[in-house]
């Protein structure tokens, strides 16, 4: 499914060619927000800009 996603093989490593594998399939928020805090990473997100309505017209 990846590599459909993607539309290329994510396995396939570009400096040498060989195969990467999978290590582990985190699902739950206490999973990652652990392996977050191990990697000494914020463990929350980066903020976003405000939304903001659709651009008007310069004449309107």
Do not use: K
């Amino acid at each position: 499914m990846l590599s459909r996603t993607f539309d290329f093989d994510v396995f396939a490593c570009v400096r040498c060619g060989g195969r990467r594998r999978v290590l582990a399939d985190v699902n739950e928020a206490g999973g990652v927000r652990a392996i977050v805090e191990y990697l000494g990473l914020a463990p929350a997100g980066a903020r976003r800009a405000p939304a903001h309505g659709p651009l008007q017209a310069a004449w309107c």
